[in-house]
């Protein structure tokens, strides 16, 4: 019985870790199904978690700290989208001054706000909430007891990024500037607006995965709390194939990995050790990744740019 309580609760712990994993990997799948290459996602979701704590800071109110996080994430997308297309500077530089940009602006803005360095003030969560009947399922009931709605709202975008992505005229347009953005041009499709309203969207699911990390998994910003679960996320979508299913499974990789690590935090094990697991997963993955390259289903017409 022990033993089943302890994979319970190891699954249960997984799920919300898996949240911002899922959203992460959701960006890259969105944005490099369109043909750009999406490394900034660490950043973006650093906006989404600071403008997130800033947001019920200055009204009171979690869901307009969350639509604040969705709206910065959303205009931070379309600045790497400027950049990324209209300046067409390289991509992957693009994505790496995102993150610095992240990193170092959101530490300012801090410290003129809340006149601190490292954290800031907590402020009032995104409350948890209870399905009724479908938290009396057994073994599954308690993932509709007290949990975060961020959960279903993850959900509800996963199945709708895929459904859009293989199911509507959209989601095919998308898919094909992806693999060859000069033929769809020639066909009359509009590349760039497709490119564009991919980065916005990327951009808003960021900014919602860091609303997550600091107003529901936690009440404050702290400097650089993102920890690398963007890179986490790009790594899962990735492995996942650059599908919005597939990422999710490869996402629960790592936040299995990260549960363990919490979960064997009591035992006699060095801290440092556990606390490498998730990322030494991500290595890992990378590796298996690297070597199966060849048969690799990346979009043909990733980085590509068109006039």
């Not at 799920?15 to 290459?37: D, F, K, M, Q, Y």
């Not at 950043?43 to 200055?58: E, N, T, Y």
């Not at 600091?214 to 404050?220: D, F, G, K, P, V």
Request: a positive charge; charged letters at 10%.
């Amino acid at each position: 019985m022990e033993n089943i309580d302890f994979i319970l609760e190891l699954l249960y712990l997984s799920v919300n870790i898996a949240i911002p994993l899922i959203l992460g990997a959701l960006c890259g799948t969105i944005a490099e199904r369109s043909g750009v290459i999406l490394l900034g996602v660490e950043g973006l979701m650093l906006f989404g978690a600071f403008f997130g704590v800033l947001g019920v800071h200055i009204t009171g109110i979690p869901w307009l700290g969350v639509l604040l996080a969705l709206v910065v994430g959303a205009i931070a997308g379309l600045i790497y989208a400027i950049f990324a297309l209209k300046f067409r500077a390289q991509q992957s530089v693009v994505g790496v001054g995102i993150n610095l940009l992240g990193s170092g602006l959101t530490a300012v803005l801090l410290k003129i706000v809340w006149n601190k360095e490292g954290m800031s003030s907590t402020v009032k969560p995104v409350p948890n909430i209870t399905i009724p009947l479908l938290n009396k399922i057994p073994i599954i009931g308690r993932l509709f007891d007290n949990q975060s709605p961020f959960i279903y709202i993850t959900i509800i975008i996963v199945l709708l990024t895929w459904f859009v992505m293989y199911k509507t005229k959209y989601g095919l347009r998308v898919r094909a500037i992806g693999e060859n953005p000069y033929a769809a041009q020639t066909s009359g499709i509009s590349v760039n607006k497709y490119r564009y309203v991919a980065l916005i969207i990327s951009g808003a699911i960021a900014g919602l995965a860091g609303a997550y990390l600091s107003i529901s998994q936690n009440n404050l910003f702290v400097t650089d709390m993102v920890a690398g679960r963007g890179f986490m996320g790009l790594a899962a979508n990735i492995f996942g194939g650059w599908n919005p299913l597939g990422s999710v499974a490869a996402s629960f990789i790592f936040s299995i990995a990260q549960a363990v690590r919490f979960k064997f935090i009591d035992y006699q094990i060095p801290t440092h050790l556990i606390s490498m697991l998730p990322y030494v997963t991500t290595l890992i993955v990378l590796t298996i990744v690297g070597i199966k390259s060849k048969s690799s289903s990346a979009p043909a017409g990733l980085g590509k740019l068109v006039d």
